[in-house]
């Protein structure tokens, strides 16, 4: 019974959300036209998505950008099941395939505000810390971190990681970043993501917490 908790993602959003999310409204994603979001916003519309989910600028990659296998992530740091994906199966593959370079993992942002209060500033904080080159650093203590998330601990976690504070808490107090993880998140609708984690493994959904196994299985039958 156990592993059936696997086949879940966390946090489902309910079909009408998506639906209308589609559609600029006042409950809505936000959608902007700064950018390459004029791009997002004509995907949005027509319903037209990248088949292969290839890499754009902005990307935040792990390993050889030429590995053959990608995965892409969009995941929610204050959600559970993103925090199991984290803790338990990414190391693995990290291991397995993105050392190796045969695969490169990519993290993008879903942020559930509608149940995740912390989500939307936990994911901006990231893009802070990536300004300051540490965005992969910054993910991990977050998800370490998990349980306590709040403003006050994302700005003293960038402190713990030598970031200059000031430049860090000024980029998250002003939202910097928004639009860059509204880019993200309206990119998810587009694909039609109704929960995290959501995962693309050369465009192929291996949707919740799954264990490593599944994982492993279609990377390497992508990697044949």
């Known amino acids: 019974m156990e592993n059936k908790s696997f086949l879940v993602p966390s946090s489902i959003v309910l079909a ?4 209308a999310g ?7 994603p936000r959608i902007y036209d700064s950018g390459n979001i004029a791009q997002v916003k004509k995907n949005v519309a027509q319903q037209q998505i990248p088949a292969d989910l290839k890499l754009r600028d902005g990307d935040h990659v792990l390993g050889n950008p030429n590995a053959k296998v ?21 190391p ?5 395939f993105v050392k190796s370079g045969e695969a490169k993992f990519v993290y993008r942002h879903f942020p559930l505000r509608s149940i995740h ?3 939307q500033k936990a994911a901006e904080a990231s893009e802070c810390a990536s300004e300051q080159g540490k965005f992969w650093e910054y993910h991990d203590k977050v998800f370490e971190k998990q349980s306590s998330l709040g403003i006050e601990n ?14 860090f808490d000024s980029c998250l107090d002003f939202g910097k970043y928004s639009t860059r993880v509204d880019i993200d998140y309206n990119e998810g609708l587009v694909l039609e993501i109704n929960g995290t984690p959501a995962t693309f493994v050369n ?3 291996i949707s919740g917490a799954q264990p490593y196994e599944e994982f ?4 390497r039958e992508e990697l044949k």
Request: charged share 25%; proline share 2%; hydrophobic share 45%.
């Open 16 to 19: 009408g959300v998506l639906i």
């Open 22 to 28: 589609a559609v600029v409204y006042t409950n809505g």
């Open 70 to 90: 990608t995965i892409i992530e969009y995941s929610d740091f204050e959600c559970p099941f993103c925090g199991r994906m984290f803790a338990e199966t990414l």
């Open 92 to 96: 693995k593959i990290k291991e397995n």
């Open 117 to 119: 209060k912390d989500a």
């Open 154 to 167: 994302l700005k003293l976690w960038a402190k713990d990681l030598g970031l200059n504070s000031a430049q």
């Open 203 to 205: 465009g192929k959904l």
């Open 216 to 219: 492993e299985k279609v990377i």
